[in-house]
Structures are given as structure tokens and as C-alpha cells.
């Protein structure tokens, strides 16, 4: 048996996941210019993805499902590798002009993880949208 959630359902949804990407990202990110770039992410999932999705007369219950898939593999990619990727980010805003070296585990960690939520997000679509 199929269990559709109603647009409503996604909303809460959303809103619940936007709560936990604001606080992961505030966790995870070690400097205020940095916070500042993840948190921009969510608003401009509200502000471009909803009115572009009524224009081209998607489902908003889709593009919900797709707003917190999107913003919980930001949290899935980045949580288990925070620690690197923060002392990455402080590294780079500190030295500009040099190019801090990606770190390889973390590299693949993202990779890795991303392509397994993007085989979720696709295997799980006819169960939840």
C-alpha cells in the first residue's frame, strides 16, 4: 500500500527539514561568511523553486519532496566530514589567494554520499510524492 502524503504533509516536511539543514549548516560551517552561504540555500529554495514550480504548473508536493531531499543531502554530505571541511573553509578564507587542497576522504565521502541520496531521492519518488 502507497502512502501519498498531501501537500500539506510535504510543507511540515519541509519546514521541519529547512529547521534541521539552518542547524547543521550552523554547526558545521566556522566562520560567519560561510554561514551566511549556507543559509541561503533554503530562502532561495522557497523564493525560485515554489513560484517557478506554479509556473510551469508542477505539483507543489513535488517540488516540496525535492526541496528537502535537496536540503537533507547537503546536511548527509557534509555532517560526517564538518570537521575537515570547516578547517578547509577557514583555511581558504584566511588565505585567499592560495588553493586549499580538497581532502581526498572528504571528497569522496561527498561524492559517494550525494550519488547515494540522489538513488534514494529517485527509488523512494513513487513511494512518498
Known sequence: MHAHLTTDDWG???GAVTVVY???MYWC???PKAKRRMFIAP???W???LPNATIKAYSVSHTLYFYSCGL???VIM???VAKRVAADIAE???KPWDKVPLNTFSLYWMAGSAAGCVAGVVYLWPFLA
Open 12 to 14: 511540515l516536511i519541509a
Open 22 to 24: 539552518m542547524a547543521a
Open 29 to 31: 560551517m566556522p566562520t
Open 43 to 45: 530562502l532561495a529554495g
Open 47 to 49: 523564493v525560485f523553486l
Open 72 to 74: 537533507m543531502m547537503f
Open 78 to 80: 557534509l555532517m560526517p
Open 92 to 94: 581558504q578564507e584566511e
